[in-house]
């Protein structure tokens, strides 16, 4: 067994799919399948099953990933530690983000991370399960660090460290019977149709348990993946939303009502594993993300 045999098996078991982890690893997918059959044939037993749809982990397969992934990492700590003293950083950090996410701006600091140093490979992704899927994705070593919205306390296996916590208002239409309300509660959002996002969104997270807990009932006609566009479908008057103000914010044709009775605030945080150690370009991105954060916020003075 040799660490392309872990890596190989790695990939497809967090691919799911022989095609995909090919392409991940710039290899035709015959020589991954040729890998993986080695390496069941080595262990004497077979670690997935593959059938046309997509590739699971039987229980041998499922046993090996978790140290699999051990032993990948504990190389990339070796060479990390040969790069730091040679003076340049390499490898690949895998980054999760969310969409519409303008309080970082996630393109100057990718920018100014690849100058800072070219040998490292950024890889950024989106998850179709929003914060909760980025929150696996980092769990399960599929991610390095993730953008993620992370509300209450993060689940076992991760570390959050928190970035920005923004206030949550009700976003109305101009003209809307609630736009010119100088106060308003829960209770009179009864009836309105709201847009918001599916179960496992930040925003979604947070709106549904302030709700719950007011015993307040609402209807979603719409579900939609990206901040930005719900403020769109806002704006031409199929429901509203709860968003934080940097998403309506310099967006004309909207106004962000505040809701007496509640406290609604949405965090953005950088998502870690607590397990796993983080390579050295991993860390040198998050410092760079968290210096930038740090500069935009205003001082103290005490």
Do not use: C
């Not at 978790?66 to 003293?85: F, S």
């Not at 949550?168 to 809307?176: D, E, K």
């Not at 309105?192 to 549904?208: A, H, T």
Request: hydrophobic share 45%; proline share 5%; no cysteine.
């Amino acid at each position: 067994m040799d660490l392309r045999h872990l890596e190989y098996f790695v990939a497809v078991a967090e691919e799911r799919n022989f095609t995909r982890a090919a392409a991940r690893l710039h290899v035709v997918q015959s020589g991954v399948s040729a890998v993986i059959k080695s390496l069941e044939r080595e262990l004497g037993a077979e670690l997935l099953e593959r059938n046309s749809k997509r590739v699971t982990l039987t229980n041998a397969g499922e046993v090996l990933l978790p140290r699999a992934r051990a032993a990948l990492d504990a190389v990339q700590e070796a060479r990390d530690a040969v790069d730091e003293v040679r003076g340049g950083l390499r490898g690949t950090v895998r980054v999760g983000t969310l969409t519409s996410i303008t309080l970082v701006n996630i393109p100057a600091v990718i920018g100014e991370y690849h100058r800072l140093h070219p040998g490292v490979v950024l890889r950024l992704t989106v998850s179709p399960n929003g914060s909760i899927g980025l929150v696996e994705a980092v769990r399960d070593g599929m991610l390095d660090v993730a953008f993620a919205s992370v509300p209450g306390r993060p689940p076992a296996g991760v570390r959050v460290r928190e970035l920005f916590r923004e206030r949550m208002g009700l976003a109305v239409p101009l003209g809307h019977r609630l736009a010119e309300a100088d106060d308003i509660g829960l209770a009179d959002l009864e009836g309105e149709l709201f847009i918001d996002f599916p179960p496992g969104y930040g925003n979604r997270i947070v709106v549904d348990q302030a709700l719950a807990a007011a015993g307040v009932h609402r209807h979603v006609a719409i579900e939609v993946t990206d901040v930005g566009e719900a403020a769109d479908f806002v704006r031409e008057g199929l429901g509203l939303t709860l968003l934080p103000e940097f998403i309506v914010r310099n967006r004309s044709g909207l106004v962000l009502k505040p809701v007496r009775d509640v406290n609604l605030e949405w965090p953005l945080g950088l998502v870690t594993s607590s397990v796993r150690p983080l390579s050295a370009a991993a860390r040198s991105l998050l410092a760079l993300i968290e210096g930038k954060v740090q500069s935009q916020k205003p001082e103290t003075v005490s």
